[in-house]
């Protein structure tokens, strides 16, 4: 699939790593200390591209696609939703890191990768240097606070969380459709004018595959269900993210849609910093430069 799509990192290496869930796609390039990225729905590593050249001259960059999505493998759907937890791709992705010689690492995470980073920074914080959450609050005060409004907002939640093979059947049947809503509903512009002809492309091909549409539904399910008991513990027990935390989220996005969402993070890591950025939910691609200049100065050495 990627010998016939536009190459949008010039530059960067191709990789298959061979993981706990099977292979995983990603690129890498750049110099510099490790800087881990991770896409969200319903997209992949090419989300990264409009600022990955940027980084690359501070940072090596790697790239992956998560589990079930873009030219990853595919773990199995079950009951207990387990190779789709955050705690899991967490895991996949620092041993990931730790294969390339990378055991301490700093991550950028945005949408669905922004939850496996959060994973990441409470379960293996010794591996974490410092990390980084693109318009997302944590799972758990979503489901919390799903009231008419906010329930609206993010119905593909509870939508996409809906036992196999339903969310995944009425998908498949138009899925470029379906793609093509949620990026241009998501986005400040309410249209596809953010995302360069190159990176549809690359979406479009994968996400037409019925066994992706099913991952990526799974990782919903995932999200409704062991993810959010994960979550649960750790607010019961008082657990905090010890690594440095920033949040940033578009003055459009999801996570705008809360009050105060730095006081949020703060619940779960106390000396979190961050700050709106004027754009919808795509903060890499519709907002990049903003986006760039704030990881960078984040992450300053």
């Known amino acids: 699939m990627d010998r016939a799509l536009p190459d949008l990192f010039p530059g960067f290496e191709s990789r298959l790593a061979e993981t706990e869930q099977g292979s995983i796609f990603y690129r890498t390039g750049g110099s510099g200390p490790a800087l881990l990225l991770l896409h969200g729905y319903p997209q992949s590593h090419v989300i990264w591209h409009k600022i990955a050249p940027e980084l690359a001259e501070h940072f090596t960059l790697v790239m992956p696609d998560l589990p079930g999505y873009g030219q990853s493998a595919v773990p199995p759907l079950s009951a207990d939703h387990a190779a789709y937890s955050k705690r899991v791709m967490a895991r996949t992705m620092a041993s990931l890191m730790e294969s390339l ?39 758990y005060d979503y489901w919390n606070k799903l009231d008419r409004e906010f329930a609206l907002k993010i119905y593909h939640w509870a939508f996409l969380a809906q036992p196999a093979p339903l969310p995944d059947n009425m998908i498949a049947a138009d899925p470029i459709t379906f793609l093509e809503h949620k990026l241009a509903s998501w986005s400040a512009a309410k249209d596809l004018s953010a995302y360069s002809d190159g990176a549809l492309e690359h979406t479009r091909a994968w996400f037409q595959d019925p066994k992706r549409i099913a991952a990526t539904c799974e990782d919903y399910r995932a999200g409704a269900h062991i993810d959010y008991l994960h979550d649960a513990e750790d607010r019961q027990s008082g657990k905090t993210i010890q690594p440095p935390l920033l949040a940033l989220w578009g003055t459009q996005g999801i996570a705008g849609s809360v009050e105060d969402p730095l006081a949020v993070w703060r619940d779960w890591c106390p000396h979190v910093k961050g700050k709106p950025i004027t754009s919808g939910h795509f903060l890499p691609e519709e907002a990049p430069e903003e986006t760039c200049i704030e990881i960078k100065n984040f992450f300053a050495l």
């Open 101 to 139: 010689g990378h055991t301490q690492f700093r991550t950028v995470g945005h949408d669905r990768g922004g939850r496996v980073v959060y994973r990441m920074a409470l379960d293996l914080p010794e591996r974490i240097l410092g990390a980084a959450v693109l318009d997302i609050l944590p799972t």
